[in-house]
T-cell receptor, first 114, second 115 residues
Framework: DAGVTQSPTHLIKTRGQQVTLRCSPK?????VSWYQQALGQGPQFIFQ???????QRGNFPDRFSGHQFPNYSSELNVNALLLGDSALYLC?????????????FGSGTRLTVV | QKEVEQNSGPLSVPEGAIASLNCTYS??????FFWYRQYSGKSPELIMS????GDKEDGRFTAQLNKASQYVSLLIRDSQPSDSATYLC???????????????FGKGTLLTVNP
């Protein structure tokens, strides 16, 4: 049973560029949430997708956008990259109506903006 | 007031001791509470979940929840060097429709267990 898969694992981008990160949820999960974790901080909620729609959004600018596909996989897009966007980006999957197991996290994508 | 606050740490304990990690939350509507362990450079790993007031034990780990005080704690008995990691407290508030709401994390507490 595959867990949450994220790609790529590492990425280096230049300021102003755009980046797309990908996530495949754990088998049986239908909800994908994205988090940004800066060094020394806890994960910060970016947004959550269910049924191919953005359901909840954290305090992130519109430069951060996403998408969920019919197979529940998801993408996170960040436009006009800033140095401050350098962080570990985590994808977490869950089953919408089941709270017992919490969220399962992928291994993350380390984004470095130079 | 931050939504989820953890004791700032870092916390250092000798091998075999009890490590105590604390967390408070501000949203009284929070319904589910989790402790994640995160090794340096790795993603968070769920180690405990708790939903009702009281204690929940799993091996060397005990989670405690007091909703009246909006307080969650994690005790690690017989601490081992392999327990050295950052421990993240997270709370989940489910909306009235029953769909998962966002999971909100604290900043984390770095625990070091010295051999």
């Amino acid at each position: 049973d595959a867990g949450v898969t994220q790609s790529p694992t590492h990425l280096i981008k230049t300021r102003g560029q755009q980046v797309t990160l990908r996530c495949s949820p754990k088998s049986g999960h239908d909800t994908v949430s994205w988090y940004q974790q800066a060094l020394g901080q806890g994960p910060q909620f970016i947004f959550q997708y269910y049924e191919e729609e953005e359901r909840q959004r954290g305090n992130f600018p519109d430069r951060f956008s996403g998408h969920q596909f019919p197979n529940y996989s998801s993408e996170l897009n960040v436009n006009a990259l800033l140095l401050g966007d350098s962080a570990l980006y985590l994808c977490a999957s869950s089953l919408r109506t089941v709270r017992i197991y919490g969220y399962t996290f992928g291994s993350g994508t380390r984004l470095t903006v130079v | 007031q931050k939504e989820v606050e953890q004791n700032s740490g870092p916390l250092s304990v000798p091998e075999g001791a009890i490590a105590s990690l604390n967390c408070t939350y501000s949203d009284r509507g929070s319904q589910s509470f989790f402790w994640y362990r995160q090794y340096s450079g790795k993603s968070p790993e769920l180690i405990m979940s708790i939903y009702s007031n009281g204690d929940k034990e799993d091996g060397r780990f005990t989670a405690q929840l007091n909703k009246a005080s909006q307080y969650v704690s994690l005790l690690i008995r017989d601490s081992q060097p392999s327990d050295s990691a950052t421990y993240l407290c997270a709370v989940n508030r489910m909306n009235s429709g029953g769909s998962n709401y966002k999971l909100t994390f604290g900043k984390g507490t770095l625990l070091t267990v010295n051999p």
